[in-house]
């Protein structure tokens, strides 16, 4: 029997932000806080490993990295985690902003993809995409 035969084939889980927030920034950076929720759609539980992950807010590439903190999300289970998101662009708080005031709103339209990383041996990247509105002050 080989070892890919006894390896489940794994549905990507399905990630959505629910909240975001600036946790401190200077003149050189920023760092916000996104509050994400998962879904495993599998029957078994998904230990993982790692993200990596791109955010866009109104369109505009805004921050990426990758998530080191490995945790499990029960079979059909869901749960919430916090993702530390830098940005380097000192423009990129003040378009958000003027954004924000010019459209009199809390709240941004963001697109968030990836991939988790899987922490199982021959397990692929499970990639993922969300996108909509988020309050940016939760």
């Given at each position: 029997m080989s070892a890919c035969a006894s390896t489940p084939k794994l549905s990507a889980p399905r990630?959505?932000?629910?909240?975001a927030g600036m946790t401190s920034s200077d003149v050189f950076s920023q760092q916000f806080r996104v509050r994400v929720h998962i879904e495993n759609p599998n029957a078994s539980e998904l230990p993982?490993?790692?993200?990596?992950y791109k955010?866009?807010?109104?369109?505009?590439g805004f921050a990426e990295g990758v998530s080191e903190a490995p945790f499990v999300v029960p079979a059909k289970g869901e749960q919430e985690f916090e993702l530390?998101?830098?940005t380097y662009f000192a423009s990129s708080i003040g378009k958000l902003l003027s954004q924000l005031k010019?459209?009199?709103?809390n709240t941004v339209?963001?697109?968030?993809?990836?991939n988790v990383v899987v922490?199982?041996?021959?397990?692929?990247?499970?990639?993922?995409?969300?996108s909509g509105t988020v309050d940016w002050r939760r």
């Open positions: 990630l959505t932000v629910v909240g993982i490993k790692s993200i990596d955010f866009f807010i109104e369109g505009q530390l998101m830098q010019m459209a009199n709103s339209h963001y697109t968030f993809t990836g922490n199982a041996t021959f397990s692929p990247k499970l990639a993922f995409a969300d």
